[in-house]
T-cell receptor, first 111, second 112 residues
Framework: GQQLNQSPQSMFIQEGEDVSMNCTSS?????WLWYKQDPGEGPVLLIA?????ELTSNGRLTAQFGITRKDSFLNISASIPSDVGIYFC???????????FGKGTLLTVNP | DVKVTQSSRYLVKRTGEKVFLECVQD?????MFWYRQDPGLGLRLIYF???????EKGDIPEGYSVSREKKERFSLILESASTNQTSMYLC???????????FGPGTRLLVL
């Protein structure tokens, strides 16, 4: 199955820094989702985006649904150690129940 | 809060054994999914179910089967476990026609 192109694959940052990651696709999606997975746990939904151009925040997290509907961005401001984990993007086309996932961005935050 | 639970967090089995992984959700969701997660490969869909006794193959169904006898429960079955099925298995559920999937904590399976 198709997967989204998620970058970067990994990031090593200092506590307090801002973080940006993105997902791109050659196909249009109707919904973009961002999940975080803590080590040894299942993914947890962070933000859901339903409209092209939409910008949504959840605390220090901000995500955007690209205007072309082929990409999405996630920003984390003022990172803290508990931000460590794998961040996944997922897209939904609306034609069936399936999500298409990116391969994830592994974030490490040095205190 | 949506709660998806998986029967085991860690499981060790031998090659050739029949393995059952169970998933239960408490939010009356119609859709349930089984994924496996491997380093560098991300999440790959094995099977999903959109109603009791209904199932559809995902991207990698070979070597797996599923059972959904009740709405809240979705089981993944490895008929004859092999070492290449060592992986993290994640269950998820969602409402019909809703995009957001809610995941369980995962089962880390080791096949020796």
């Amino acid at each position: 199955g198709q997967q989204l192109n998620q970058s970067p694959q990994s990031m090593f940052i200092q506590e307090g820094e801002d973080v940006s990651m993105n997902c791109t696709s050659s196909s249009i999606f109707n919904t973009w989702l961002w999940y975080k997975q803590d080590p040894g746990e299942g993914p947890v939904l962070l933000i859901a985006l339903y409209k092209a151009g939409e910008l949504t925040s959840n605390g220090r997290l901000t995500a955007q649904f690209g205007i072309t509907r082929k990409d999405s961005f996630l920003n984390i401001s003022a990172s803290i150690p508990s931000d460590v984990g794998i961040y996944f993007c997922a897209g939904h086309r609306g034609s069936n129940y399936k999500l298409t996932f990116g391969k994830g961005t592994l974030l490490t935050v040095n205190p | 809060d949506v709660k998806v639970t998986q029967s085991s967090r860690y499981l060790v089995k031998r090659t050739g054994e029949k393995v059952f992984l169970e998933c239960v959700q408490d939010m009356d969701h119609e859709n349930m999914f089984w994924y496996r997660q491997d380093p560098g490969l991300g999440l790959r869909l094995i099977y999903f179910s959109y109603d009791v006794k209904m199932k559809e193959k995902g991207d990698i169904p070979e070597g797996y089967s599923v059972s959904r006898e009740k709405k809240e429960r979705f089981s993944l079955i490895l008929e004859s476990a092999s070492t290449n099925q060592t992986s993290m298995y994640l269950c998820a559920s969602s409402l019909v026609q809703e995009e957001t999937q809610y995941f369980g904590p995962g089962t880390r399976l080791l096949v020796l």
